[in-house]
């Protein structure tokens, strides 16, 4: 009978004699598995008159054959077998099935096809003895063809083990390696030095635990002096007494011999029989040396071969990394380009003698906001900054604040619409510990943290009375009381602030606190919208795209005239935030160039009125664009005049930007200067009054 075990990938063909084969994870079954599903004593196959007959052995995960659990079933030819995660594959006929290309093959010590025996006809001995030489030959035939076939190492040293013992009818076969290329190495090699890479059973399974299972001291004793040892009976020979490893083994018969090649020890091949004595013959232990030469070579080949897959993969690894190295260099090179091309234009305009870097663009509504803040970095008193969300209200801070006498102390920053009233008090005053519930520790507050620096507080206008009440008294008094504290703490912070909203008319509606709007607003900056900027969207644009794919990891896509004539004809109201996401959003869906199709649809579709055209005659000239954006600013400011009848206010509301930003404007493009003094005071006049009786 024979089985074809396959376990975890592996297919071991099995041959029995006997009509009992006990099935389990104990060390008494005939055949072992090492599976934590399989029972100690599985299940048994008794082979009787009636056939092979599979009986269950009251496991506790069963026995399948075929899918089936059963308790007891008659075994046909091909029934398979499942313990487990194990299958067993019942061979009943007299010729078995082909052992699988991957299932590790013995090499048989007995050729089957072997000559008749000549010496009964008085040919006598040497006509006998040349018979089992050509025998051996054909043996090192097949063995030769099975080793150089497998090039991986350990298949190929199972294999070794699995041949060494069916060489010389072992029991078990174990060898003892060094884990280190020994190509270039001179020291010799220790016993400590070796571990046991493979240790199998003459069933061709593997031995737990396998350094507990085999005499060390034999093996010690054959790599210090280099040549084999063989016992016929190991426990009752001198050369071995007092090693317990082979008392405490039982050991009957052993052959141990160096595996070298020129003259150099690349481990100890262990092969014994501990049931049995003069298992082993000196002919054996001549036929395993001449064996072990072969597996040497075997060994040392398979080394080179993983040594130089080992080199290839480092080789193809220090290739893709160049090649990402390069990808890399090519994306910084062109984002340099790019980054080059906006500081060369921003040079072109005078941007004032202190460092706004952060700050891209090169209008002249930018250049404004420069000379500002060239006057205003100078001084230590307050400023307000003007400027729709999304504007770059706290760079122009960061810009105040870096550039400033302070610059060597904190920068803290604060955004007021972001927290209820009673969080905003604990994060600008601090508080103590159990000042209220969940206050498990003491905190700074921010005016503490910035004490010495500056302190934004950004949308301010959202902060209300009550907090609008604590905050004026820390400006007027400089000290201020954490919460749940008696103490008093005094300090030195030069405020900045920052709205989106009109303060000057929240202040007239009761909205917010006149006396800390005066407060606060001693100097002010007035940022435009990035649609009153247009000639900046480029710059923007460029700058953006370089950054969002340099943080992605990605190569920068190109933008085209009309792509760019599509950005620069949108209103953005979003502003330069707007503008950043859209740069980001381009990254991940453009390659190489960015598409019209590639814009969002608002970009697409919502522009502003006459931005067809504009966006057209972007394409056809784009060397013209400054011009371009100012005719279309002069041309929208003169439209929304004449709908609003004179009234700036109306007219600021109609353009979707701020009194402030329109009287700029108006002085940028001389609209209105014609008119007489007497005629724009009564205009004035009549503004206020209108916008009086509004309010």
């Known amino acids: 009978m024979k089985l074809t075990i396959v376990e975890d990938g592996t297919r071991s063909l099995l041959e029995f004699d006997r009509n009992v084969i006990t099935i389990g994870r104990a060390v008494d079954n005939e055949i072992r598995l090492s599976h934590t599903l399989v029972s100690r004593h599985h299940c048994r196959v008794e082979h009787g008159a009636e056939g092979c007959w599979l009986l269950d052995l009251g496991s506790s995960n069963g026995t399948l054959v075929n899918g089936e659990r059963v308790m007891r079933r008659l075994l046909v030819d091909g029934d398979q077998i499942a313990i487990g995660k194990v299958r067993l594959i019942v061979h009943l006929e007299e010729e078995a099935s082909e052992p699988h290309p991957d299932e590790t093959q013995p090499i048989p010590a007995v050729v089957e096809d072997a000559e008749p025996d000549l010496t009964r006809n008085g040919f006598g001995t040497n006509t006998g003895d040349l018979r089992r030489e050509r025998d051996n030959l054909r043996v090192f035939a097949k063995i030769t063809a099975e080793l150089a076939r497998e090039t991986e190492l350990i298949p190929l040293l199972r294999q070794i083990v699995d041949s060494a013992v069916a060489l010389v009818g072992g029991e078990r076969g174990f060898l003892l390696m060094t884990e280190k290329s020994t190509s270039n190495e001179t020291e010799p090699v220790g016993i400590t030095d070796l571990s046991v890479r493979v240790a199998r059973s003459f069933d061709r399974s593997d031995i737990v635990i396998p350094r507990s299972r085999l005499s060390m001291g034999i093996a010690s004793r054959v790599l210090e002096h280099g040549r084999p040892v063989l016992a016929v009976d190991a426990a009752h020979d001198d050369r071995f007494s007092g090693m317990a490893s082979v008392e405490d083994l039982r050991l009957r018969s052993v052959m141990c011999l160096p595996v070298r090649i020129q003259d150099r020890v690349l481990g100890v091949l262990y092969v014994d029989n501990r049931l049995q004595h003069n298992a082993f013959s000196e002919s054996d232990l001549e036929m395993v040396e001449l064996f072990a030469s072969q597996a040497a070579v075997a060994i040392l080949n398979s080394r080179r071969v993983a040594e130089l897959r080992e080199r290839n993969q480092r080789l193809e690894g220090s290739r893709q990394q160049i090649q990402a190295l390069n990808d890399q260099l090519g994306r910084k090179v062109r984002d340099r380009d790019t980054e080059l091309a906006v500081v060369r234009a921003e040079l072109g305009r005078e941007r004032g003698r202190y460092d706004y870097t952060a700050i891209v663009g090169a209008s002249n509504g930018l250049r404004e906001v420069f000379k500002q803040l060239d006057k205003i970095i100078e001084t230590e008193l307050p400023v307000m900054i003007h400027g729709e969300s999304g504007t770059g209200k706290e760079l122009i801070a960061r810009a105040i604040h870096f550039n400033g006498s302070r610059r060597e102390r904190p920068f803290v920053s604060e955004n007021c619409a972001a927290l209820p009233d ?99 607003n001693v100097l002010s900056v007035i940022l435009p919208a990035l649609r009153e900027r247009r000639e900046d969207i480029p710059l923007l644009a460029e700058h953006l795209l370089a950054r969002a794919a340099r943080e992605a990891g990605r190569p920068t896509p190109l933008i085209p005239h009309e792509v760019m004539s599509a950005l620069v004809s949108h209103d953005w109201p979003g502003n330069v935030r707007e503008l950043e996401n859209e740069m980001r959003r381009l990254v991940v869906l453009a390659q190489e160039e960015v598409t019209v199709e590639h814009l969002s649809v608002a970009v697409r579709e919502r522009r502003s009125a006459g931005s067809a055209a504009q966006a057209q005659a972007l394409a056809e000239n784009p ?61 004035n006049g009549e503004e206020s009054t209108a916008e009086s009786a509004e309010a």
């Open 422 to 520: 009673t969080l905003l008090e604990s994060e600008l005053f601090g508080h103590a510990k159990g000042a209220f519930t969940g206050a498990h520790r003491q905190k700074q507050g921010l005016f503490e943290q910035a004490d010495g620096g500056t302190l934004f507080l950004d949308e301010i206008g959202d902060m209300s009375p009550q907090m609008q009440k604590k905050l004026l008294r820390v400006l007027q008094e400089g000290e201020f009381r954490p919460l749940g504290m008696d103490r008093k703490v005094k300090v030195n912070v030069r405020l900045l602030a920052a709205s989106h909203r009109d303060l000057e008319e929240m202040v007239r509606k009761s909205e917010f606190r006149e006396d800390l709007y005066y407060r606060i």
């Open 623 to 683: 060397g013209d664009i400054r011009a371009a954006v100012a005719d279309l600013e002069k041309r929208s400011i003169e439209g929304a005049l004449a709908q609003a009848g004179g009234n700036k206010s109306k007219a600021a509301a109609l353009l979707g930007i701020s009194r402030f930003a329109l009287q700029r404007k108006l002085d940028k493009y001389e609209i209105g200067s014609t008119k007489s003094r007497s005629s724009g005071e009564e205009e």
